[in-house]
């Protein structure tokens, strides 16, 4: 199983109707990507300070399902046109989990 991991920090200016529609389209990418084993994302708690603001946490089967995801049309256009213009930085990381 690989388990993909991906941390936002949203741009200063980045307001509340856009954060939300990260939310949402990250929503319908789980019922367009069926390589998707589990599918979980969503805004920072605030525990602690200087956290990423958003975290997206993906489960395949294989790394070939983790590549269908990367690749997957769908996908690419919400990173371009949703994620991309309202964040100021990015961390991410694939794990095999055996």
């Given at each position: 199983m690989i388990r993909?991991?991906?941390l936002f920090s949203f741009a200063e200016g980045a307001d509340a109707v856009q954060r939300a529609a990260v939310t949402s389209a990250l929503e319908a990418?789980?019922?367009e990507i069926p390589e998707l084993r589990d599918y979980?994302?969503?805004p920072d708690a605030g525990i602690n300070a200087d956290n990423f603001d958003?975290?997206?946490v993906a489960d395949f089967d294989d790394v070939y399902g983790y590549l269908a995801y990367r690749d997957h049309p769908a996908h690419r256009r919400v990173l371009v046109e949703v994620i991309a213009p309202i964040i100021s930085a990015r961390a991410a990381v694939q794990?095999?989990?055996g």
């Amino acid at each position: 199983m690989i388990r993909h991991v991906s941390l936002f920090s949203f741009a200063e200016g980045a307001d509340a109707v856009q954060r939300a529609a990260v939310t949402s389209a990250l929503e319908a990418l789980a019922r367009e990507i069926p390589e998707l084993r589990d599918y979980r994302f969503g805004p920072d708690a605030g525990i602690n300070a200087d956290n990423f603001d958003y975290a997206v946490v993906a489960d395949f089967d294989d790394v070939y399902g983790y590549l269908a995801y990367r690749d997957h049309p769908a996908h690419r256009r919400v990173l371009v046109e949703v994620i991309a213009p309202i964040i100021s930085a990015r961390a991410a990381v694939q794990i095999d989990l055996g």
